[in-house]
């Protein structure tokens, strides 16, 4: 019998030496359905033999933010503009051997930043301990690409990121998959589909495994982000680029450089001289999209000095377990000032999303 290598090799070929067009779209995305479900056997199989040596890094601050790039780009310099931590920097490949992480403090929040050994080709394959810098790339909450003005193409590096079921810039898309007894796959549109049609998306779902399933789309997706959909291991992360050396570069190559990036945030910086780097510390901090909540004892004056920092999109409810264990359980009621409240000291729920800046306070029972 085959091995799972050799099936998702004959799969490959197959894919290869079919014509794309929209007669053989469903065709083709059932065979790319059936690679997604035999690599997610063998990922389970090499899983279940026990952990591969990885890089642990120890959460630290209230986000964090990896470092990715080619090696030798200035990653470790950057790192050291960034935070004060101590890097190895030399111009030659793989001088950062190790995950080095340093915190960044701007506007009372605590970044930390973790600078990796440089990713190359075949990477999410294992390639230079590629592996184990994309595990700690995929658990941030912003990946910061350094690119070398030099050297701006990151093609390479961007599939490997998106073999490694990374995906930049990007938000999960609105398909959910219900299983059922009986009745096979009913797929059910709320919107109209251009990009994929109804019954590849049944077919792949079938070709994945799903016997019996409802598929409600709710948006325009396409045959990738349903493959995305069905192997449920991807992560979305928002993506920065710092364009480095910027200080070295001729007239006319900053421009062709952002000229790459058109879908992307990008600050042009130097890391040897400092340019930019305040820029690109405000550029994290509204990419993480982080908030500060002032809180006030009941009958005393609120904290206006040292804030509470949590991240957009947070409620009451958020808030109470980051502050203590107990706080939801024995939760009664809270007050809010600030953006988020309809008029000042509005009494609000655990389900209240608070806003920057926000005053809060909290009633426990006693």
């Known amino acids: 019998m085959a091995t799972i290598e050799e099936q998702i090799k004959e799969l490959e070929e197959q894919i290869a030496n079919t014509k794309y067009n929209k007669a053989t779209e469903a065709h083709i ?134 073999n490694a079921a990374i995906r930049l810039n990007q938000t999960r898309p609105d398909v959910v998959i219900t299983g059922s007894s009986q009745g096979g796959v009913l797929v059910k549109p709320t919107v109209k589909l251009t990009k994929i049609d109804a019954e590849t998306v049944k077919e792949m779902t079938i070709a994945y495994g799903h016997i019996n399933a409802t598929v409600v789309v709710r948006e325009d997706i396409n045959v990738e982000q349903m493959l995305d959909v069905l192997s449920g291991n991807r992560v979305y992360i928002k993506c920065v680029v710092a364009i480095n050396k910027v200080d070295l570069a001729k007239p006319g190559e900053l421009e062709a450089t952002l000229a790459l990036y058109p879908d992307h945030i990008t600050v042009p910086i130097s890391a040897a001289t400092g340019f930019g780097i305040e820029e690109l510390k405000q550029t994290l901090y509204d990419t993480i999209e982080m908030i500060r909540i002032y809180l006030k004892p009941q009958g005393k004056e609120a904290d206006l000095v040292e804030p509470l920092i949590v991240k957009r999109g947070n409620t009451v409810g958020d808030i109470c377990e980051v502050l203590h264990r107990d706080f939801k359980s024995n939760f009664r009621y809270a007050m809010v000032w600030g953006n988020s409240a309809k008029f000042p000291g509005q009494t609000v729920g655990l389900d209240h999303m608070v806003e920057d800046e926000d005053i809060l306070t909290i009633i426990v029972k006693r």
């Open 29 to 162: 995305g059932k065979l790319k359905a059936k690679i997604a479900r035999l690599a997610a056997e063998d990922e389970k199989r090499k899983s279940s033999k026990g952990p591969t040596k990885g890089f642990y890094v120890k959460k630290a601050g209230d986000a964090t933010v990896a470092l990715v790039g080619f090696p030798s780009v200035g990653k470790s310099t950057l790192l050291n503009q960034l935070t004060g931590a101590k890097s190895a920097v030399g111009a030659y490949h793989f001088t950062t051997l190790d995950i080095v992480p340093g915190v960044l403090e701007y506007n009372h929040a605590k970044i930390q930043i973790l600078d990796m050994p440089g990713l190359i080709k075949d990477a999410s394959r294992g390639k230079g301990r590629g592996r184990e810098v994309i595990a700690a790339a995929r658990a941030s909450d912003v990946i910061l690409l350094v690119v070398d003005i030099f050297n701006p193409k990151m093609d390479v590096l961007m599939k490997e990121l998106y």
